[in-house]
């Protein structure tokens, strides 16, 4: 299986500031990762794709890199929208995996 | 607008059997992958299982974790997706997403949720 590490664990941050949460696989999985929000007690949302491509009605602030192993996500300016939790995604293989997950939280 | 509604949660002693539902509307259903991912409460989100569509003779991929106790199928004349779960342990305690595969694979839109609670 291939095993998704996400850092940091948990981030604190303040409206406006740029943040960047890193995942790394286990292995190479080319492009094929995601990257979803998700809110409390709701369903997550995709935001970004293939690596790098922004779902379409995701606000642009959003961007995502990377390729091989080692993928990032970054938002611009953090908005109080923003406050949440990022999971990663590989989906080149199965079982697919997720990261574990960080924690966005208001400084 | 696509939507995806889950049903079929709720209590049920270890050792038992449920089955979820997930009924689409607002796109195709027939030709896109869909796929089930819980959630524990507090933790994060575990891949559960995937169905291809017709053109990729709807078969299926599971985690090892539900392997051999799930069942995922579908029904295209009723756009709706199933998870039938048997021999229930306490640590299959998760809300259940159904979640559509997009163009890419990522999963484009999920369900609210349903909560399965394995509990004597």
């Known amino acids: 299986d291939i095993q998704m590490t996400q850092s940091p664990s948990t981030l604190s941050a303040s409206v406006g500031d740029r943040v960047t949460i890193t995942c790394r696989a286990s292995?190479?999985?080319?492009?094929?990762l995601a990257w979803y929000q998700q809110k409390p007690g709701k369903a997550p949302k995709l935001l970004i794709y293939k690596a790098s491509s922004l779902e379409s009605g995701v606000p642009s602030r959003f961007s995502g890199s990377g390729s091989g192993t080692e993928f990032t996500l970054t938002i611009s300016s953090l908005q109080p929208d923003d406050f949440a939790t990022y999971y990663c995604q590989q989906y080149n293989s199965y079982p697919i995996t997720f990261g574990q997950g960080t924690r966005l939280e208001i400084k | 607008e696509v939507q995806l509604v889950e049903s079929g949660g709720g209590l049920v002693q270890p050792g038992g059997s449920l089955r979820l539902s997930c009924a689409a509307s607002g796109f195709t259903f027939s030709d896109h992958y869909m796929d089930w991912v819980r959630q524990a409460p507090g933790k994060g989100l575990e891949w559960v299982g995937r169905?291809?569509?017709?053109?990729?003779?709807?078969?299926?991929e599971y985690a090892a974790s539900v392997k051999g106790r799930f069942t995922i199928s579908r029904d295209d004349s009723k756009n709706s997706l199933y998870l039938q779960m048997n021999s229930l342990k306490t640590e299959d305690t998760a809300v259940y997403y159904c979640?559509?595969?997009?163009?890419?694979?990522?999963?484009?839109?999920w369900g609210q949720g349903t909560l399965v609670t394995v509990s004597s």
């Open positions: 979640a559509k595969s997009g163009g890419y694979q990522a999963f484009d839109y």
């Open positions: 169905i291809r569509n017709k053109a990729n003779s709807y078969t299926t």
């Open positions: 292995q190479s999985i080319s492009n094929r």
